[in-house]
């Protein structure tokens, strides 16, 4: 996910996404256990993108204070 596109979404949208990528990395650490992961790297790329989200969600909620 590009900054570009995460900039663009607002406080809910925000709050959305970061939900869906803690479940995605959750699934993923999860096939990682079993043993059925595809691309392990894609747990890092998730993680990535989750700090991402957070970072310009702090930077909003700031910004509203």
């Known amino acids: ?15 959305r996404t970061a939900e869906d990528l803690r479940e995605q990395l959750f699934k ?3 096939q990682k256990a079993t043993g059925q992961i595809e691309n ?3 747990i890092r790329l998730v993680r990535k ?8 969600l702090a930077e909003r909620l700031r910004e509203a204070q």
């Open 1 to 15: 996910m590009k900054t570009k596109e995460i900039r663009d979404k607002s406080i809910e949208e925000l709050r």
């Open 28 to 30: 993923l650490k999860f």
């Open 40 to 42: 392990p790297v894609k």
């Open 49 to 56: 993108d989750i700090a991402r989200v957070e970072t310009i």
